[in-house]
């Protein structure tokens, strides 16, 4: 027979908070990979200094987010 594990309803909540977080994880990351794909785009058209410099910042902002959700401190 086969036996069942029960989990608590913390259990359950702890485990779909970590798929989230997780998830937050990997949309940052795919956020972060865009930007850093437009910033050499810019880069290579010869883009305005302020233009590279706010794509630069957003980098940076995501960079923070998603060291604050891994667990680090930004």
Request: net charge negative.
């Given at each position: 027979m086969?036996?069942?594990?029960w989990k608590s309803k913390a259990?359950?909540?702890a485990e779909a908070a970590?798929?989230?977080k997780q998830a937050d994880i990997q949309?940052?990351?795919a956020a972060i990979k865009e930007r850093?794909?437009?910033y050499?785009?810019?880069l290579s058209t010869g883009a305005a200094q302020a233009e590279l410099d706010e794509c630069?910042?957003?980098i940076q902002m995501l960079m923070q987010s998603l060291e604050v959700?891994?667990?680090g401190t930004a």
């Open positions: 086969a036996q069942i594990t259990e359950l909540d970590e798929r989230q949309a940052h990351e850093q794909q437009a050499v785009a810019l630069k910042a957003e959700l891994r667990g």
